[in-house]
């Protein structure tokens, strides 16, 4: 079974400032997908970034980007210029290919502060 | 609007009774889901099913009967609540391939006092 590790159960930025949140996962599978997820206040689950293991490039939508290192297992996001609004719990999420399965690591708490 | 809507939002009830939980998705998915949230936010996937199948059933008491009468709707009922079964759940809906993402509704907070 698939298992994802997010390490910083809480982390803190300024506005305007970069962070990076961290998530490990352990596969045997050679393709897969992963995700990451913001969760704010509200409790909406919402998409904040894909990447597609066979695909080299790291993933990019606006001011987040992930780190992919397939290797290593590992997949962290980037968020450049924090804004209050980007304040929620992340979650980090595996995809299998062969099944309809999606692993959520235990969430990191990001609050942005002014 | 296109989403995944379940109701209701809230609801609290008492120790031993009976409840269930309504979800619709209008995307034209053809999977979808039953997510547990517990108090330390950890999510964690109770069924799936895809064009009405049930493809996953994880370790889940046999008090949670999942029931899918199309491909559009998934609904969870609950037997004999316990205390423990307090928690926020979520549906969510998907293509059943593994590069889709998943797209949830709003989630249910489950009170059972």
């Known amino acids: 079974a698939q298992t994802v590790t997010q390490s910083q159960p809480e982390m803190s930025v300024q506005e305007a400032e970069t962070v990076t949140l961290s998530c490990t996962y352990d596969?045997?599978?050679?393709?897969?997908?992963l995700f990451w997820y913001k969760q704010p206040p509200s409790r909406q689950m919402i998409l904040v970034i894909r990447?597609?293991?066979?695909?080299?490039q790291n993933a990019t939508e606006n001011r987040f980007s992930v780190n992919f290192q397939k290797a290593a297992k590992s997949f962290s996001l980037k968020i450049s210029d924090s804004q209050l609004g980007d304040t929620a719990m992340y979650f980090c999420a595996f995809g299998e290919t062969s099944g309809s399965r999606l692993t959520f690591g235990e969430g990191t708490q990001l609050t942005v502060n002014p | 609007d296109t989403a995944v809507s379940q109701t209701p939002k809230y609801l609290v009830t008492q120790m031993g009774n009976d409840k269930s939980i309504k979800c619709e998705q209008n995307?034209?998915?053809?999977?979808m889901y039953w997510y547990k949230q517990d108090s330390k936010k950890f999510l964690k996937i109770m069924f799936s099913?895809?064009?009405?199948?049930?493809?996953i059933n994880e370790t889940v008491p046999n008090r949670f009967s999942p029931k899918s009468p199309d491909k559009a709707h998934l609904n969870l009922h609950i037997n004999s609540l316990e205390l423990g079964d307090s928690a926020v759940y979520f549906c969510?809906?998907?293509?059943?391939?593994?590069?889709?993402?998943?797209?949830f509704g709003n989630g249910t907070r489950l009170t059972v006092t």
């Open positions: 995307l034209g998915h053809d999977t």
């Open positions: 990447q597609e293991a066979y695909k080299q």
């Open positions: 596969t045997s599978e050679s393709n897969y997908y």
């Open positions: 969510a809906s998907t293509y059943n391939r593994g590069a889709s993402p998943l797209h």
């Open positions: 099913y895809n064009n009405k199948e049930l493809i």
